[in-house]
Structure formats: structure tokens, C-alpha cells
């Protein structure tokens, strides 16, 4: 991906979606020909010159130092995930030679990982990567996510092109803003990850609901909520989740699902890993 058009568009979205009255400054009326804030507006609640400003929007973070991106960040009125996209942009424009390259995730999961999944026999959980691939789950995560499928299963291509994800999904345009979010904030952080860009490449032609979701520049941090489900075998499931970043995994999330003690989603879940059970039983007798 090319960082300079990165930034240049995320800037610009940024820009268009306050108003003067929300950023305070005075509104004059009449016609404004850009929606949003003009260039200059966002210069001067910045503390930067026009020109100045303009060339960050043009895509050169280059040597940007960090109390400007702050100002820039209060500017925009960026919320916490936008501030780190911002940072992160800032960091892969910075010279190859001269940046310390982020770590790849880690082909294998360690034997430990799946230990410890396996282990969480009432949660369901899964590993998964920045482009959302499912790295490793346990017996209820892989139940839950039966309808996913790939070789490693991969959350964003089955949600935009797998008919079966509206089914899964009661939300699904929620679960649709949420992936594209997530990849949007992962390209920020290693706009060089070829699997990515071919990820992103092969959603973006054959999704017009991708495209038009990719082209907004929103991100996000997904790190704790609720989710709906309705699955195949035991219908409606409401599920609290908690998403962890591994410090000893970098580039990976360790993602678990519980249900409410006493709720009619509890039920639903026990009933899920008897089916997972059953399944599995069936699979080894083949």
C-alpha cells in the first residue's frame, strides 16, 4: 500500500467530518465549498502554518514530531483508534532504513497457545491474526465459527463473500464496518504486509459493500463488547467478548466469547458444545 495516499485520504476524511460549530470555531454562513473543515481551519486549531499543514495532508509525515501530531490529532477531534492510525502512519513513513521493523506474527501458533484455548472449555475463543485469519481455536470457537471455512479460516473474506455470513451475522452490517475497521487499522500499522494488500486487493474487487466500507478510512479498537450470533445448529447466541493483543505474540489476539450466567444464551452455548462434542466424536469415528 502506499503510504503517502494513506495518509493523504485518511487526513482528508478526517477533515470532512467536522464542522466548524463542532470544532468552535465561527460560522459565517453561505456556501462552504468543502464539507467539513478547510485546510486552513484545521492549520489553525493545530497551532501549524497553512503550508505546513498542507503539505502533512499531502501525504509527508516525514520527521513529524510527535507533539504536532497530537495537535493535529486534538484538531481533528480523533478519537483514541484514529490517534494511534495517525501515529501509526506517522511511523511507517519513516525511511525503511531508518524504522525498526515491526515483528511478524508467528507462522505457528505455540504449543502453549493452544493449550491454554483448550483449556477454556465454557468460552469460546480463537487466535487470529491482524488480516483476520484463525489461526487456532478451541472446541466451542470452532463450533461457533462452523460456517467459516479456508485453510487458515479468514473472518473478512467469509463476511463479504460468503452468502452464509448474513446468517451468522443478525448484524451484519455492523460485523461487515467492524472487519474493514480492523484491516484498515492493521494496514496503518505494516502497510507492507504483502498478504494484506492481496487480501485487501482481492476483497476490494469482488465486494462493492468492501469497497465502498475501505474507501472511508474508518478504524477501530475492538477490544471488548457484545456480539450476535445466529448459528446453524442452536439459533440465537448473544456473547460477550474480550479481544487481548498477546505481548509475547506480537501481531496476535486471543478472542473469547462467554454468555451470561442464567441467560437463554448460556443454554444456547452448553447446547453448542454438545453439538461440538457430538461432532467431533463423529469426525474420529470416520
Not at 132 to 152: C, E, F, K, Q
Request: proline share 7%; charged share 25%; hydrophobic share 40%.
Amino acid at each position: 500500500m502506499d503510504s503517502r495516499s494513506e495518509i493523504r485520504e485518511f487526513l482528508t476524511s478526517r477533515r470532512a467530518k467536522i464542522t466548524p460549530q463542532q470544532a468552535g470555531l465561527p460560522s459565517y454562513g453561505g456556501h462552504r465549498r468543502v464539507p467539513g473543515l478547510r485546510r486552513e481551519e484545521v492549520a489553525l486549531l493545530a497551532g501549524v502554518s497553512v503550508e505546513y499543514y498542507a503539505r502533512l495532508e499531502r501525504g509527508n509525515l516525514t520527521g513529524v514530531s510527535e507533539p504536532v501530531l497530537e495537535s493535529l490529532a486534538r484538531a481533528l477531534a480523533l478519537d483514541d483508534a484514529e490517534r494511534s492510525h495517525l501515529f501509526d502512519l506517522a511511523r511507517a513513513a519513516v525511511p525503511a532504513t531508518a524504522r525498526a521493523r515491526r515483528p511478524r506474527p508467528r507462522a505457528r501458533v505455540r504449543p502453549a497457545m493452544q493449550q491454554l484455548l483448550d483449556a477454556m472449555t465454557d468460552t469460546a475463543a480463537f487466535l487470529r491474526n491482524g488480516r483476520l485469519d484463525m489461526l487456532a481455536t478451541n472446541t466451542l470457537g470452532r463450533a461457533l465459527y462452523s460456517p467459516v471455512h479456508g485453510n487458515p479460516p479468514n473472518l473478512a473474506r467469509f463476511c463479504f463473500l460468503d452468502p452464509a455470513a448474513t446468517e451468522l451475522y443478525p448484524d451484519w452490517d455492523g460485523a461487515a464496518d467492524t472487519s474493514v475497521a480492523l484491516l484498515r487499522t492493521e494496514a496503518g500499522r505494516d502497510p507492507h504486509d504483502r498478504n494484506l494488500t492481496d487480501l485487501v486487493g482481492e476483497l476490494s474487487t469482488r465486494s462493492q459493500e468492501f469497497r465502498t466500507r475501505w474507501a472511508a478510512h474508518d478504524v477501530r479498537l475492538h477490544h471488548t463488547g457484545t456480539k450476535r450470533f445466529h448459528h446453524p445448529a442452536v439459533g440465537e447466541l448473544v456473547l460477550a467478548f474480550e479481544a487481548m493483543p498477546l505481548p509475547a505474540d506480537p501481531g496476535l489476539t486471543l478472542t473469547a466469547y462467554t454468555a451470561e450466567p442464567g441467560s437463554a444464551s448460556r443454554d444456547a452455548l452448553t447446547l453448542l458444545a454438545t453439538w461440538a462434542a457430538t461432532a467431533d466424536r463423529h469426525d474420529a469415528a470416520l
